[in-house]
């Protein structure tokens, strides 16, 4: 089992929807949370960053941590087709690497 | 400010040729780490240094691939001799802190023929 299980997707929405993105480890030494989006042929970069639970919030996105149920999420409201990527979750124990989930492919249709 | 710059952006070639892929991190980081994605198995961790030091080769797939970084703005990966299952996206990564939000380079399309 993996220790960080993202949900897959692939999420298509129209747009101004809200989406949610998620998920789930197994490591409670987890400390630091992140979300990444990557767009088709670039690099992951960094959305969002947290440490505690609870939520975090950044314009139209809203990172949510639950240490307790090992569970995160990303909440986009009033989505864009500007949105559409791939988002990944990142996760670790506040030193060396990262554990990332392996995606979920978003697309926002106009 | 530069991000982690990645060269080549693309690389073809025929198996058993030898690839050198570079990176240079951004300045000030003191972590760099390697990665490599594909759709099947997504984005796993090759190796990462600290300070130049290499921490973590538990990722590397075999002695085919070798990785140095001989300067704290400069990292090389090598796969020698390459082979078609080798054909992926690598990328290169940079932090300051372990622990902290890693900035990636956009990386290096490689394709073994």
């Known amino acids: 089992q993996k220790e960080v299980e993202q949900d897959p997707g692939p999420l298509s929405v129209p747009e101004g929807a809200i989406v949610s993105l998620n998920c789930t480890y197994s490591n409670s030494a987890f400390q630091y949370f992140m979300w990444y989006r990557q767009y088709s042929r670039k690099g992951p970069e960094l959305l969002m960053y947290?440490?505690?639970?609870g939520n975090k919030e950044d314009g139209r996105f809203t990172a949510q941590v639950d240490k307790s149920s090992k569970y995160i999420s990303l909440f986009i409201r009033d989505s864009q087709p500007s949105d559409s990527a791939t988002y990944l979750c990142a996760m670790n124990v506040g030193a060396g690497k990262s554990t990332f989930g392996d995606g979920t492919t978003l697309t926002v249709k106009p | 400010d530069a991000g982690v710059i990645q060269s080549p952006r693309h690389e073809v070639t025929e198996m058993g040729q030898e690839v050198t892929l570079r990176c240079k991190p951004i300045?000030?980081?003191?972590?760099l780490f390697w990665y490599r994605q594909t759709m099947m198995r997504g984005l796993e961790l090759l190796i990462y240094?600290?300070?130049?030091?290499?921490?973590?080769d538990s990722g590397m797939p075999e002695d085919r691939f070798s990785a140095k970084m001989p300067n704290a703005s400069f990292s090389t990966l090598k796969i020698q001799p390459s082979e078609p299952r080798d054909s992926a996206v690598y990328f290169c990564?940079?932090?300051f802190g372990g622990g902290q939000p890693q900035h990636f380079g956009d990386g290096t399309r490689l394709s073994i023929l």
């Open positions: 300045s000030g980081h003191d972590y």
């Open positions: 947290t440490y505690s639970s």
């Open positions: 240094f600290n300070n130049n030091v290499p921490i973590d």
């Open positions: 990564a940079s932090s």
